[in-house]
């Protein structure tokens, strides 16, 4: 599986971006996905996730409210929508992909996640 992260660019603080993440396989629909960031020097983070159908999705506390994940799995095509960006949410975008064929489940740790993207920065200017 390869994932390919789009989106990412220098936004303003106060506005929004969408990244977009897209899948190679064709039988994309059975992966949950999760995304996260790293910021330089720091560790990755954690986002939010979402199950294989779209049906579950579960977020960090301190994305709530501001982020929203999303998928389309007919174009293997898995979405974030960030709103309200804040200069400390500059980091490098990742998006991850874990094959589920018989669960509903999301999934928030990094190690859960096989396939990974190869990242897109997001610059939030003050």
């Known amino acids: 599986v390869q994932l390919q992260a789009s989106g990412g660019g220098l936004v303003q603080a106060g506005g929004s971006l969408r990244l977009a993440c897209a899948a190679s396989?064709?039988?994309?629909?059975?992966?949950?996905m999760g995304w996260f960031r790293q910021a330089p020097g720091k560790e990755r983070d954690f986002l939010g996730a979402i199950n294989w159908n779209g049906g579950r999705t579960y977020y960090a506390d301190f994305v709530k409210g501001r982020f929203t994940i999303s998928r389309d799995n007919a174009n293997h095509t898995v979405y974030l929508q960030m709103n309200s960006l804040k200069p400390e949410d500059t980091a490098v975008y990742y998006c991850?992909?874990?094959?589920?064929?018989?669960?509903?489940?999301?999934?928030?740790?990094?190690?859960?996640?096989?396939?990974w993207g190869q990242g897109t920065l997001v610059t939030v200017s003050s």
């Open positions: 991850a992909a874990r094959y589920v064929p018989y669960s509903e489940a999301v999934y928030v740790t990094s190690p859960r996640y096989r396939y």
């Open positions: 396989v064709s039988t994309s629909s059975r992966y949950a």
